[in-house]
């Protein structure tokens, strides 16, 4: 009997989790979340039983004036309460005006048991990309022989990604303003004044360059800043290059250290099914098949973008590869796999740059274009950013010209570049990003329902499209 191989085992994983966590949805169902009338009720009913009769008086003079909306009277009361000693009534009238559906406990206790699987699994990738990417890049430099070449790979590399951005961000533009999901999705509107829960700062060019730049490469590497790490990595490989016989045994050592890397990835890939198996448990079991129906046609307009997006960047590997396109899509079966289950682009690298060599793409190119594709080239995820941006626009009335739409486009393209591609990290640059165009980012709380769901499909395509840069440039030089 044939044994499973490790793309068959992802793929049973992933159909496992969508049915146990459908499974388990049903059988623990969450507390429905209240009305904003019947929070307000609870608050009232605590107030009246627990706090001293003046503020009674003054919750009834609150009730009676129907001007104030009911978040005004919720911050009215609660501000009543925080001047006053009896802290436990606040928490209870937090958790009174809590509009969040409770998951039930037992629920809770499952998940967090399988949810170890995922974060172990993602964290021996986060364990292994730092140092793969700095042997790998070096000692791809390196073998390019010399700054000319260097600089032609590079500005070729360079070229071709910026291409793929613009590409990708104007599909997105293109397709929100075409299908307008904003103004069809009837949904409650977040109070444009609320916080996302987001740690953002504002997106400054100062602050955009230095960050470039790392201070020191072991801070760097704590953080996995892959960006930071791929410029001393080039300056490094320039200067060992440029040496010549003296740093040819730091370019083997560096070969070396890439292939162990590449090893030890093998075996940090046995956990991968069990990984694959517990984050998508996770999320249908906490948001229910029920997510796909209330967003099925912003999520299905979405899908619809990456899907012409792949079909876009399978017809240039066409273009250049003829009747080796299939052998190639075939190649990358395992990486897709991981990066739409894990909704982390990160985790499909180590494999991606081993299938790619096999595939035959000469291993100094696929070290060279691959760690700058993760930090300039992720199409999926940039396309998502017009797409999000456009639609929270569109939900809040907000009227962006042409100009407005090509200038936040240009904005996304530079803020986009040295993201992790890492879940929910588009979600942060978006709300760097829009607040400087008048768009509410609280607006943002519409899409985190469903934004694992839509990461799963931006990260499977940031690995097709980084996949299809590698070859590009590759059959270039030939």
């Given amino acids: 009997m044939k044994r499973l191989n490790l793309t068959q085992w992802i793929f049973i994983a992933l159909l496992l989790g969508i049915g146990i966590g459908a499974w388990l949805n049903i059988q623990f169902p969450a507390t429905p979340s209240l009305s904003k009338e019947e929070a307000w009720k609870n608050m009232s009913a605590l107030i009246q039983e627990e706090h001293p009769s003046d503020l009674n008086q003054e919750l009834q003079q609150i009730q009676k004036d129907t001007l104030l909306s009911n978040q005004e009277k919720y911050t009215a009361v609660l501000k009543k309460v925080q001047s006053g000693k009896e802290a436990p009534l606040q928490e209870q009238l937090i958790k009174a005006s809590n509009r969040e559906s409770k998951m039930d406990s037992k629920l809770e206790k499952i998940l967090e048991v399988l949810s170890i699987f995922t974060e172990v699994f993602l964290r021996l990738i986060k364990m292994i990309i730092a140092p793969l990417v700095f042997a790998t890049l070096v000692a791809g430099v390196a073998k390019l022989g010399d700054l000319k070449a260097v600089g032609r790979i590079g500005g070729k590399t360079l070229l071709w990604f910026m291409t793929a951005s613009l ?13 307008q999901p904003g103004k069809m999705l009837q949904l409650e509107m977040p109070d444009s ?8 700062a504002a997106i400054t060019l100062k602050g955009f360059i230095t960050h470039i730049f790392p201070t020191s490469l072991m801070d760097a590497m704590a953080k996995n800043e892959i960006l930071q790490i791929v410029i001393f990595a080039l300056l490094f490989g320039v200067g060992a290059a440029s040496m010549g016989e003296k740093a040819e045994g730091l370019i083997k050592a560096m070969d070396a250290i890439g292939h162990v890397m590449l090893k030890i990835t093998t075996f940090v890939m046995y956990v991968a099914p069990f990984a694959v198996f517990s984050a998508i448990t996770t999320i249908i079991a906490k948001k229910g098949m029920g997510v796909l129906a209330t967003y099925a046609t912003f999520i299905g307009e979405f899908y619809l973008g990456l899907i012409l997006l792949w079909s876009i960047l399978i017809f240039v590997a066409w273009i250049m590869l003829r009747n080796r396109t299939g052998n190639f899509i075939g190649h990358l079966k395992q990486p897709l796999l ?6 982390s682009s990160e985790s499909a690298y180590p494999k991606m740059l081993e299938q790619l060599e096999r595939f ?3 291993n100094r190119i696929v070290s060279f274009v691959l760690p700058l594709g993760y930090s300039f080239n992720l199409d999926g995820s940039m396309m998502y950013m017009t797409f999000a941006s456009l639609f929270i626009a569109q939900a809040y009335g907000v009227d962006l010209s042409m100009g407005d739409q ?28 829009i607040s400087a165009f008048g768009i509410p980012e609280a607006g943002l709380v519409l899409l985190l329902g469903v934004d694992h769901l839509l990461d799963m499909g931006r990260s499977a395509t940031n690995v097709v499209g980084n996949a299809v840069a590698t070859v590009a440039v590759d059959r270039w030089e030939r």
């Avoid at 590409?167 to 299908?179: D, P, R």
């Avoid at 991981?338 to 909704?343: D, Q, V």
């Avoid at 904005?411 to 979600?427: F, H, Y």
């Fill in 338 to 343: 991981l990066a739409f289950s894990t909704a």
């Fill in 406 to 433: 090509v200038t936040m486009l240009l904005t996304l393209m530079i803020t986009s570049k040295g993201i992790a591609g890492v879940p929910r990290a588009s979600l942060v640059v978006i709300a760097g990003t």
């Fill in 360 to 362: 035959g793409c000469r």
């Fill in 167 to 179: 590409i990708s961000l104007a599909l997105g533009a293109v397709l929100v303003n075409f299908f």
């Fill in 193 to 200: 004044a609320a916080g996302i829960g987001l740690e953002h």
